[in-house]
């Protein structure tokens, strides 16, 4: 028997990405963000309410996207429970930066898989930004690379967002290949 439960915030899974960015006088901030996507080939759409991130943002037209793990957990819940307008959260943390290469934002270098995106844009949305960013480069860890040194997702402790139980899951194991699995039922 199905229930009509109305209308719920609940996909699931979200991603727990963790912006990284700049402010004026060059000191870096972080902030855990779950409304975020793909958006187009080579861009990512997320998201913001009014923050110190998104003062960032305006400023640099630049941020650094990092994908929590399970190593990453309390550091990354932390960067979505206190403001950097209040709090340097990098030193709280105890987390090192790099700077980016490609962009003028700062890489957290626990995390093994960052994404480096110029803002191609922040589209308002009522009182919030839909950020969309271009992704100039991809940096990851050695750790997480197979042999032909492609990332390999397996390889890290990913995390998502479960927004229904407000909790931290894994992602686990691979169960079928996409792009294949269907043709059995298509070539029938
Ligand atoms: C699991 C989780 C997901 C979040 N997702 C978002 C989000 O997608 N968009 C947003 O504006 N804030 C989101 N937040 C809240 C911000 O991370 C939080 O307000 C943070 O303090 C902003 O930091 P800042 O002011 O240093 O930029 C999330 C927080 C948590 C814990």
């Not at 609940?10 to 963000?33: H, K, Q, R, S, W």
């Not at 929590?68 to 030193?91: C, H, M, P, W």
């Not at 927004?163 to 931290?168: D, H, K, L």
């Amino acid at each position: 028997m199905r229930k009509n439960l109305g209308n719920k915030t609940l996909i699931c899974p979200l991603p727990v990405f963790i912006i990284a960015t700049y402010d004026e006088n060059g000191v870096p901030n972080a902030m855990n963000a779950a409304w975020g996507t793909q958006w187009n080939y080579h861009e990512v759409s997320i998201l913001l309410a009014p923050h110190k991130t998104t003062d960032n943002l305006k400023l640099k037209k630049a941020f650094t996207l990092a994908f929590a793990t399970k190593e990453t957990l309390q550091i990354s819940d932390y960067f979505g429970l206190e403001s950097g307008r209040r709090v340097n959260k990098i030193e709280k943390a105890g987390v090192h930066i790099e700077k980016s290469q490609f962009v003028d934002a700062p890489v957290i270098s626990e995390y093994p898989l960052v994404l480096e995106c110029e803002v191609v844009e922040m589209r308002p949305v009522e009182e919030d930004f839909q950020v969309i960013g271009r992704v100039v480069n991809v940096t990851a860890d050695e750790s997480i690379l197979n042999d032909k040194g492609e990332i390999d997702i397996g390889k890290m402790n990913l995390l998502t967002f479960d927004s229904a139980a407000n909790v931290y899951r894994l992602v686990g194991a691979p169960v079928g290949h996409a792009f294949q699995d269907g043709l059995t039922i298509k070539n029938k």
